[in-house]
């Protein structure tokens, strides 16, 4: 997968199109309680994200693979 765009949603979702134009949303909350994901708690930060095309990361040094996201992204 490589992720072509990302856009922030409420309650920690992420939309997410692919390089097929395949689009889905992620949820990101499941991964709030670990330390490193602990900031993503503030709408914010949760936005301030970055696509490295094979992965996406955060300002706090978060980041998820795109194979993560494939696995368990729930498609549109």
């Known amino acids: ?28 909350a499941p991964y709030l309680n670990s330390e490193v994901f602990s900031q993503l ?6 936005k301030r994200i970055y696509n490295g ?5 955060w300002d706090c040094g978060a980041d998820l693979s795109a194979d993560t996201i494939e696995a368990k992204w729930k498609k549109s």
Do not use: A, C, R, W
Request: proline share 3%; aromatic share 12%; charged share 25%.
């Open 1 to 28: 997968m490589i992720i072509q765009s990302i856009i922030p949603k409420d309650n920690y979702i992420l939309h997410i199109t692919d390089e097929n134009n395949q689009s889905g949303l992620f949820d990101v």
């Open 41 to 46: 708690k503030e709408q914010d930060n949760f």
């Open 53 to 57: 095309k094979y992965y996406i990361e």
